[in-house]
T-cell receptor, first 114, second 112 residues
Framework: GAGVSQSPSNKVTEKGKDVELRCDPI?????LYWYRQRLGQGLEFLIY????????KSGLPSDRFSAERTGESVSTLTIQRTQQEDSAVYLC????????????FGEGSWLTVV | QKEVEQDPGPLSVPEGAIVSLNCTYS??????FMWYRQYSRKGPELLMY????GNKEDGRFTAQVDKSSKYISLFIRDSQPSDSATYLC????????????FGKGTLLTVNP
C-alpha cells in the first residue's frame, strides 16, 4: 500500500480484556517496528521485526505483550489482560531495511483502557 | 540524564516568524539525526534526516547537527499556521542499530 496502515484507529477496552492491534507495512519493506507513545512522553521502542523474525523484543514492557509477523507483511501486537497504564498510542513503522533512519510511521492505534 | 532532551514547549509564534527547535543528547555514538512532525492524533511524519555533523536544507526547513556539542536544531523559515504541530527529534547510531531514540517533542503553534 501507499503507507503504513494500522487498525483499529481507536479502541476502548475494559481493564482485563485482551486487545489485538494490526499493522500493514509499506509494500516491500522488510523491517517493521512497534513503538508506544504515552501522553506527554516520547516514543518508546517495543519490538523490531526483520522479515518474520523478531531479533529484538527487549522493549516489550511485560509478558502480557506479544507480537508476531506473517508473510513478511502484516504484524499483530497483542496485549493480554490490559491495564490502565497500557493506555497509549501504539505506532507501527516500516523501513526498507534495518538501520532505521528512514522509517515511516502509521497513524497509530489509540488505546484507552477503562 | 536522559539520552535525548527536548524542551516540550509549548512554543507560540506569529505567522512568518523563524522558529528554532532544539535537542541535546548524551550518546556520542549517535550519527543519524531525524526530525519528525506530528499533527494532533496523527502518526509522526519524517521531515528530514541528517548524517553526522553539518546542515541540510529542504525548502523552508533547515536541520543542523553539531556533534561536538551534542546539539541538533531544526529551523523553520516563514512559519505558517499549517506548521502547527509537535516536532520530535530522533536519533540512532546507524549500521545495524535500528532503534530510534526520541525526544519528548516540542508543541509549536503558529498564529495567523
Amino acid at each position: 500500500g501507499a503507507g503504513v496502515s494500522q487498525s483499529p484507529s481507536n479502541k476502548v477496552t475494559e481493564k482485563g480484556k485482551d486487545v489485538e492491534l494490526r499493522c500493514d507495512p509499506i509494500s516491500g519493506h522488510t523491517a517493521l517496528y512497534w513503538y508506544r507513545q504515552r501522553l506527554g512522553q516520547g516514543l518508546e521502542f517495543l519490538i523490531y521485526f526483520q522479515g518474520n523474525s523478531a531479533p529484538d523484543k527487549s522493549g516489550l514492557p511485560s509478558d502480557r505483550f506479544s507480537a508476531e509477523r506473517t508473510g513478511e507483511s502484516v504484524s499483530t501486537l497483542t496485549i493480554q489482560r490490559t491495564q490502565q497504564e497500557d493506555s497509549a498510542v501504539y505506532l507501527c513503522a516500516s523501513s526498507l531495511g534495518q538501520g532505521g533512519h528512514t522509517i515511516y510511521f502509521g497513524e497509530g492505534s489509540w488505546l484507552t483502557v477503562v | 540524564q536522559k539520552e535525548v532532551e527536548q524542551d516540550p514547549g509549548p512554543l507560540s509564534v506569529p505567522e512568518g516568524a523563524i522558529v528554532s527547535l532544539n535537542c541535546t543528547y548524551s550518546n556520542s555514538a549517535f550519527q543519524y539525526f531525524m526530525w519528525y512532525r506530528q499533527y494532533s492524533r496523527k502518526g509522526p511524519e519524517l521531515l528530514m534526516y541528517t548524517y553526522s555533523s553539518g546542515n541540510k536544507e529542504d525548502g523552508r526547513f533547515t536541520a543542523q547537527v553539531d556533534k561536538s556539542s551534542k546539539y541538533i536544531s531544526l529551523f523553520i523559515r516563514d512559519s505558517q499556521p499549517s506548521d502547527s504541530a509537535t516536532y520530535l527529534c530522533a536519533m540512532n547510531s546507524g549500521g545495524s542499530n535500528y532503534k530510534l531514540t526520541f525526544g519528548k517533542g516540542t508543541l509549536l503553534t503558529v498564529n495567523p
